[in-house]
């Protein structure tokens, strides 16, 4: 791919998808949905930490025990530090999960890591990439926070503000951008891709071990988490899609146009369609523990 081509899709494609899915989080999203902080404290909260706290970790873990390249590694935990997209609220809507659950953990976990996806990466580029054999300036965390509140915040409070002035044409125009949000995935993944097509070529077998096991880690745990916390079949497969299931889209977005890296976005793109793969799997999985959950018979 040219360098007119690679530029074109690091500062127009790939920050206008994220926008344009970010919008139509937004187009889901009312104030009052935020009261569900208070009906599912336990489940709300456990999910929160979950994806803030335990993913992160788990990806630093996964990316030790694998012995990782320094770029490898960055790029995988990067993937954790990004909250849940809309491609997670569309798979649990697909598997009959929590969709109103789903749409809460997304919106909180897009909202702070706004602020702490910035204080983190001013920390683990440097300590990351030292390794590399290079010194690697920090990121300036304020600039990244105007940036990334641009690119998601704005966008969030656009949709939920038509969607309080003109709700039916909100809830239509959600309807159209549901499927688009997710081709938009798919396309930024394919795109970059394309772009370092030789890299991901040369670090399939290296890096998918590793990206796979982390995925699977995340599945797993919030299984276990929605067992743990008593929750229903539908809920725990929630927590599990919304742990595991990122947005990819934003964390492409870091590495290319934020931190102008391609190699760091290997991983990611990996990531991208492992995650997707093992939650449609998982939806077919537990779809038989929903039903008998809903008919009243043994899960």
């Known amino acids: ?47 929160f930490v979950t994806h803030l706290f335990v993913l992160p970790l788990l990806a630093f873990l996964v990316g030790l025990i694998f012995q990782l390249s320094p770029e490898r590694a960055l790029g995988l935990f990067i993937v954790s530090l990004c909250p849940a997209g809309t491609t997670s609220n569309a798979m649990t809507f697909v598997g009959r ?21 910035p204080i983190v ?26 940036q990334l509140a641009l690119i998601t915040l704005l966008p969030i409070v656009v949709g939920m503000v038509l969607r309080h002035f003109a709700p039916g044409a909100a809830a239509r125009l959600a309807r159209r951008l549901r499927p688009t949000a997710f081709v938009i995935v798919v396309v930024v993944i394919a795109i970059s891709i394309l772009g370092a097509w030789r890299m991901v070529l040369d670090n399939l077998l290296a890096a998918t071990p590793a990206t796979y096991a982390l995925n699977l880690l995340a599945i797993g745990f919030g299984l276990l988490l929605g067992k743990a916390l008593g929750a229903s079949a539908r809920d725990a497969m929630t927590l599990s899609i919304e742990t595991s299931v990122q947005n990819v889209t934003l964390s492409i977005f870091l590495t290319l146009t934020v931190l102008g890296s391609l190699p760091l976005a290997v991983t990611q793109n990996i990531y991208g369609v492992v995650m997707i793969l093992n939650a449609t799997l998982l939806i077919r999985w537990w779809r038989r523990r929903i039903e008998a959950e809903a008919q009243g018979g043994p899960a």
């Open 1 to 47: 791919m040219s360098d007119f081509w690679i530029d074109f899709v690091t500062n127009k494609v790939v920050p206008g998808g994220l926008m344009l899915v970010m919008f139509s989080m937004g187009l889901t999203l009312a104030l009052r949905d935020f009261a569900m902080v208070l009906r599912a404290p336990k489940l709300v909260g456990a999910g």
């Open 121 to 146: 990466l001013s920390w683990a580029v440097p300590w990351f990439l030292a390794g590399a054999g290079r010194s690697v300036p920090s990121p300036d965390p304020l600039g990244m926070m105007r």
């Open 97 to 117: 999960g929590n969709v109103a659950l789903a749409v809460i953990l997304t919106a909180l976990s897009a909202i702070v890591t706004v602020f702490t996806i």
